[in-house]
Nanobody
C-alpha cells in the first residue's frame, strides 16, 4: 500500500533553515504529484507547496513563496522541502502527500494519501 514517511523536522530559531524529506513507497512514485502541507495548532491544514510528477512545475502558497523550495528525486522516490528564513508562524506539523496522477493539475484539494507528519518549531 501507499506509504509516505517524513523526516527532517526539528526546532530552529527565526531566520534559520530546515530541509524536510519524504520517502514514498508502495506505488508508482514518478507518476504522481507530491505536495507538502502543514497544520498549526488550532488551524486547518493548508497546502504549502506542490510539484508535478516529473518535477517540471511547482506551486507555492503565498506565505512561503521565496523562502521554501520543493523538489523531488524520482530515482530515490523522495520529495524535499527546503525551508529558509523560517518564521515563528511557520511552526506546524508538516505532512507530505500524494494522490493526483500525472495528467492532473496537482491541486491541493486532490491529495488523498498522507504521511504521519513531522514537527517544525520556530522560535523568535
Amino acid at each position: 500500500q501507499v506509504r509516505l514517511v517524513e523526516s527532517g523536522g526539528g526546532s530552529v530559531q527565526a531566520g534559520g533553515s530546515l530541509t524536510l524529506s519524504c520517502l514514498g513507497s508502495g506505488y508508482s512514485y514518478k507518476d504522481y504529484c507530491m505536495g507538502w502541507f502543514r497544520q498549526a495548532p488550532g488551524k486547518k491544514r493548508e497546502g504549502v507547496a506542490r510539484i508535478y510528477p516529473d518535477g517540471s512545475d511547482h506551486f507555492y502558497a503565498d506565505s512561503v513563496k521565496g523562502r521554501f523550495t520543493i523538489s523531488r528525486d524520482n530515482v530515490k522516490n523522495t520529495v524535499y522541502l527546503q525551508m529558509n528564513d523560517l518564521k515563528p508562524e511557520d511552526t506546524a506539523i508538516y505532512y507530505c502527500a500524494t494522490g493526483p496522477p500525472r495528467a492532473s493539475l496537482c491541486l491541493f484539494a486532490d491529495y488523498n494519501y498522507w504521511g504521519q507528519g513531522t514537527q517544525v518549531t520556530v522560535s523568535s
